[in-house]
């Protein structure tokens, strides 16, 4: 495989050029960290709406309503919990989550850092 050379801005690699700008200006910084929190904020709302989904579709409950208000479930409801915690716990494992303590220095890549580090 032959490898392309680096796309360049102002003689600069993109990435060189962002770290550039981020280290030299603390307005570049700022701005950074309000696109990262705005992004975090929404996912957090998505991730809750998700959930919330859900749960209505599982349990059973309204749209105003919370499932910890819920004052009783049937069994066929009952068996969604355990099977939530074994696929969050199989999708952690197969994410590397909990494999090594997290003061570890080790390079060791998992299946889901190595889509992020590329």
């Known amino acids: 495989m032959t490898r392309r050379p680096p796309t360049k801005l102002n003689g600069r690699r993109p990435l060189a050029w962002l770290r550039h700008r981020l280290r ?7 701005g950074l960290a309000t696109l990262v929190g705005a992004a975090a904020g929404l996912l957090a709302v998505l991730q809750s709406r998700i959930a919330h989904d859900l749960q209505s579709v ?6 105003d309503q919370r499932l910890s208000a819920v004052f009783k479930l049937t069994p066929p409801q009952l068996i969604w919990l355990p099977i939530g915690g074994l696929g ?8 590397g989550a909990g494999a090594r ?12 850092m190595a889509v992020v580090s590329r």
């Open 24 to 30: 030299s200006s603390e307005l570049w910084l700022v």
């Open 58 to 63: 599982l349990y059973g409950i309204d749209v």
């Open 88 to 95: 969050l716990g199989v999708s952690s494992r197969s994410c």
């Open 101 to 112: 303590e997290p003061w570890s220095t080790s390079s060791r890549r998992t299946p889901c």
